[in-house]
């Protein structure tokens, strides 16, 4: 469930299924079974007579590069959305898009090419936005772009958010962004997420052998006690075999047991703001 206003990151190792599944929020992967609701509908997909507007959500890909089409300048990359969807497209409207994420007028005939890799992507966010969408789906938004500018874009979106109050699903693989952005954050591991809490809590005290794996993983200047520095190892590689009883992450946890191998763990309650999918949580 996201809240609206919220940020909920998605954090997982590469390969886990985390742009897949914002392919599925948009309706543009069928999935195999449960079901996904936007706003009160089905996903915004192409033929399923969503009775969700394409307009209420929106994505942000990875490569600002790639998402412009090079062809096309700034000001006809914003006006398209507009005039798509039958809304103000004027060059005064593409200036306020432009005010709005913190660019010069002058880059309105300039081509994403003549851009910086941060430039191309506050254009994307511009995109995205101009139709005022009530989700905002950012996939790894900021890995491609040097650090000091990653924090420009990071509180670019955070101010955004706050003025225009939409919910955002921020989905990265680097805890350390995902730390600063979101209120909540779901661990994915093989296609399944196996932990959601409030950002902070599952950050400090993971309940899932593979939380803390994942965040014993990130580089830190403060000292990590021995024990548990070596607990939060996951061994060897993720299995490459979908199976459908069992524990997906057994064969790298220090934790398993008989019982991860027979039995899937569900994703259950643990307090009012945790959800773990685990059999033998860590702290209990």
């Known amino acids: 469930m996201l809240s609206a206003g919220e940020t909920l990151g998605v954090v997982g190792e590469s390969g886990c299924g985390k742009t897949t599944l914002l392919r599925s929020i948009l309706g543009l992967i069928p999935t195999d079974s449960g079901a996904i609701e936007v706003l009160g509908g089905d996903p915004p997909g192409l033929n399923n007579g969503s009775s969700v507007s394409r307009v209420s959500i929106q994505l942000v890909h990875q490569d600002p590069f790639a998402s412009l089409n090079p062809r096309m300048t700034i000001c006809q990359i914003l006006q ?8 103000d497209n004027s060059v005064s409207r593409v200036r306020e898009l432009l005010d709005m994420v913190g660019l010069s007028h002058s880059v309105l ?21 101009s139709v005022k969408p009530k989700v905002l789906l950012l996939d790894e938004p900021v890995s491609a772009l040097d650090v000091s500018v990653q924090a420009q874009v990071i509180n670019l979106i955070n101010d955004l958010q706050r003025s225009q109050g939409f919910s955002c699903i921020f989905v990265s693989h680097d805890l350390t962004v995902v730390a600063q952005v979101a209120d909540r954050i779901a661990v994915m591991y093989l296609g399944q997420v196996v932990e959601i809490g409030e950002t902070e809590s599952v950050l400090q005290k993971p309940e899932h052998p593979y939380s ?7 580089p830190s200047l403060r000292h990590q006690p021995r024990e548990e520095s070596w607990l ?17 992450f057994r064969t790298r946890c220090w934790m398993a047991t008989s019982q991860c191998d027979v039995e899937t763990p569900s994703l ?11 059999h033998h949580p860590l702290g209990r």
């Open 268 to 278: 259950d309650v643990r307090t009012t703001s945790r959800l773990v999918a685990c």
């Open 212 to 218: 803390m794996a994942l965040a014993a993983s990130v």
């Open 109 to 129: 005939e300039n081509h994403p090419a003549q851009l910086s890799g941060g430039q191309r992507q506050r254009v994307a966010i511009a995109r995205a936005l």
């Open 80 to 87: 398209a959305p507009l005039r798509i969807n039958g809304c």
């Open 232 to 248: 939060a190892r996951a061994v060897g590689e993720p299995s490459r075999e979908i199976t459908m009883t069992g524990c997906s």
